[in-house]
Nanobody, 126 residues
Framework: QVQLVESGGELVQAGGSLRLSCAASGRTFSRLSMGWFRQAPGKEREFVAGISWSGGATYYADSVKGRFTISRDNAKNTVYLQMNNLSLEDTAIYYC???????????????????WGQGTQVTVSS
């Protein structure tokens, strides 16, 4: 069973940047597609970005397209989320999740993910 631990969340001013990391334990990381999700207070968890096993395919929610970049380093068992030009609406707890599908997209049921991290808080201030 893979375990995921997010880091990198903090307080940042609007227009700033952050890079989140999600470190995975176990030897199956390279056979997991990975997704980043976020959940703001009072809102449902939403898909932010996904990346395939090899990192060759990525998918983004429209709300972050052009500002966020997902990437992975299978040698380090880590997936990243580079977030640029942050806005107040990006304030949320960010979670990473692993899935045995080749690729994850917004419509991939959350119940199909095999592992979730505990989340890292991102707060964007004006």
């Amino acid at each position: 069973q893979v375990q995921l631990v997010e880091s990198g969340g903090e307080l940042v001013q609007a227009g700033g940047s952050l890079r989140l990391s999600c470190a995975a334990s176990g030897r199956t990381f390279s056979r997991l597609s990975m997704g980043w999700f976020r959940q703001a207070p009072g809102k449902e968890r939403e898909f932010v970005a996904g990346i395939s096993w090899s990192g060759g395919a990525t998918y983004y929610a429209d709300s972050v397209k052009g500002r966020f970049t997902i990437s992975r380093d299978n040698a380090k068992n880590t997936v990243y989320l580079q977030m640029n030009n942050l806005s107040l609406e990006d304030t949320a707890i960010y979670y990473c999740a692993g899935n045995r599908r080749l690729m994850v997209v917004p419509t991939t049921p959350t119940g199909e993910y095999d592992a979730w991290g505990q989340g890292t808080q991102v707060t964007v201030s004006s």
